[in-house]
């Protein structure tokens, strides 16, 4: 069972200068669930949950876990490097140990939502994240994968557009978007490339977005073709 650790997260307004934006301040975290499709699940989840734990990778971060998914918060820089770390080693370790059968992972990445409860959308002085640099795991997924700036107030009904289809070209020319499906862009690659890729657009996007979301459903070893 993952550790639950409880940190105080401050309140009030995020104005200011990037330096007083933190990762806590600003509610940079992810939601994600689980899904070995075999009969000893309960064992794969628990011990991936262990595996990245006795691997480090819990390390900065705060792991709270209810009976739909876990909720992982960032509390130090670099965020997006931590978090992206945690999932992809998760995800690897659960394929690891139901012998590369077939896993499904559902992530959701948030910025920009103080306390992840109620939003201060009032934020200037956004800071800029270095990419996310996780070594390969060795394990190839494919991911539909969606973007939602939440834009508020624009005078251009399709401004949020624009760095959506910004996010997708950058995605193809590294190489991992390798396809359009309804409401979503296929991503294929190693799991820490995927999973990549979709949060260096989140935080790219959060540099200029105050709040914004992305999701991905992550899938290792599925027996369905692709485009089936």
Not at 26 to 55: E, K, M, N, Q, Y
Not at 134 to 157: K, R
Not at 189 to 216: K, R, Y
């Amino acid at each position: 069972m993952t550790t639950t650790t409880h940190v105080t997260r401050p309140t009030g307004s995020l104005t200011g200068t990037p330096d007083d934006a933190t990762p806590a301040r600003l509610g940079i975290g992810a939601r994600f669930s689980l899904h070995p499709h075999t009969g000893d699940f309960v064992d794969v989840i628990f011990g991936a949950l262990a595996d990245a734990a006795d691997a480090g990778l819990t390390d900065g971060l705060v792991l709270e876990t209810d009976d739909v998914s876990t909720y992982v918060g960032a509390v130090d820089a670099p965020a997006e490097q931590r978090i992206v770390g945690y999932l992809a080693g998760v995800l690897a370790a659960a394929s690891r140990r139901t012998g590369g059968g077939h896993v499904v992972a559902h992530v959701l990445l948030s910025r920009g939502c103080p306390g992840e409860v109620t939003c201060d959308l009032t934020v200037t002085g956004l800071p800029a994240a270095a990419p996310v640099e996780i070594a390969p795991t060795g394990v190839a997924a494919t991911a539909q994968w969606s973007l939602y700036p939440l834009l508020d107030g624009g005078s251009d009904a399709g401004s949020h557009m624009a760095p959506i289809e910004a996010a997708i070209e950058r995605a193809r020319a590294r190489g991992t978007a390798t396809g359009s499906v309804h409401y979503a862009t296929r991503l294929t690659g190693d799991i820490a490339e995927v999973l990549a890729t979709a949060a260096d657009a989140w935080a790219e996007v959060g540099a200029h977005v105050p709040h914004v979301v992305t999701h991905l459903t992550v899938s290792v070893g599925s027996p369905s073709p692709a485009g089936a």
